[in-house]
C-alpha cells in the first residue's frame, strides 16, 4: 500500500521567509495529492492540491509542486506571516480512494 | 452546501463504558474515513467506507472498535469498554472518488474523554 512520508517535522522561520515542505509517497499509481492546514483546535482543511497531470500549482503565496518521477511533492510559503502558524499534513491518493497522510510539520512564524 | 457533520462535539465518558459516535458525511460522497488524533500528533487512520465494497478496517487499533455505515451514508463508530487511552478527537471525512477526484472535508471532530 501506499507510503508517505513527510520532513521536516517541525519548522521556525522568521516572518517574511519562505517556507518549505517536502513529502514522498511509494505508490506510484498515486495521481491526488493535497495539502492540509490545522490551526489548533481546528479541524484540517484543504490550501491546495495538485494532481499528477500537473508539475506546479500556484495560488498567492502557496505553491505545490510535483515530481513524478522521484515521487515526491512539496509545499511552498512565500511572505510567511504569524497565522501561517499551524500543523501542515500532506497527503496522496488514487482517485480519492484511501488517502494516506504523512505525518505532519509543526510550522511556527515568528514576528 | 452542507458539510460534514459529528455528533456529539464533546463525549467525556467513564472508564468501562460504550460510546457512539456519529458522522453525516457530506451527500453524494461514496468515500468515508475515520481518524483518532490525540493531542498535538498526526492523524491515525481507523477505518475507510468506500460505496458497497467491505471497509477497510486495518486501522482500529482493537476489537473494541467498530464501525458501520448505514445505507451508504451516515456513519457511527462505536468504542466498547471505553479505556483512558480512548480519549483523544476521532475526525470523519469525506470524498468523492472517480475521475473527478476531490479532497477529503473533514467534520468538526467529536472530543472524547474517558475518565
Known amino acids: 500500500g501506499e507510503n508517505v512520508e513527510q520532513h521536516p517535522s517541525t519548522l521556525s522561520v522568521q516572518e517574511g521567509d519562505s517556507a518549505v515542505i517536502k513529502c514522498t509517497y511509494s505508490?506510484?499509481?498515486?495521481?491526488?495529492f493535497p495539502w492540509y492546514k490545522q490551526e489548533l483546535g481546528k479541524r484540517p482543511q484543504l490550501i491546495i492540491d495538485?494532481?499528477?497531470?500537473?508539475g506546479e500549482k500556484k495560488d498567492q503565496r502557496i505553491a505545490v509542486t510535483l515530481n513524478k518521477t522521484a515521487k515526491h511533492f512539496s509545499l511552498h510559503i512565500t511572505e510567511t506571516q504569524p497565522e501561517d502558524s499551524a500543523v501542515y499534513f500532506c497527503?496522496?491518493?488514487?482517485?480519492?480512494?484511501?488517502?494516506?497522510f504523512g505525518p505532519g510539520t509543526r510550522l511556527s512564524v515568528l514576528p | 452546501g452542507a458539510g460534514v457533520s459529528q455528533s456529539p462535539s464533546n463525549k467525556v465518558t467513564e472508564k468501562g463504558k460504550d460510546v457512539e459516535l456519529r458522522c453525516d458525511p457530506i451527500s453524494g460522497h461514496t468515500a468515508l474515513y475515520w481518524y483518532r488524533q490525540s493531542l498535538g500528533q498526526g492523524l491515525e487512520f481507523l477505518i475507510y467506507f468506500q460505496g458497497n465494497s467491505a471497509p477497510d478496517k486495518s486501522g482500529l487499533p482493537s476489537d473494541r472498535f467498530s464501525a458501520e455505515r448505514t445505507g451508504g451514508s451516515v456513519s457511527t463508530l462505536t468504542i466498547q469498554r471505553t479505556q483512558q487511552e480512548d480519549s483523544a478527537v476521532y475526525l470523519c471525512?469525506?470524498?468523492?472518488?472517480?475521475?473527478?477526484?476531490?479532497?477529503?472535508?473533514f467534520g468538526p471532530g467529536t472530543r472524547l474523554t474517558v475518565l
Open positions: 505508490d506510484s499509481a498515486s495521481n491526488y
Open positions: 497527503a496522496a491518493t488514487q482517485w480519492g480512494q484511501n488517502f494516506v
Open positions: 471525512a469525506s470524498s468523492l472518488v472517480g475521475i473527478t477526484t476531490d479532497t477529503q472535508y
Open positions: 495538485i494532481r499528477s497531470n500537473v
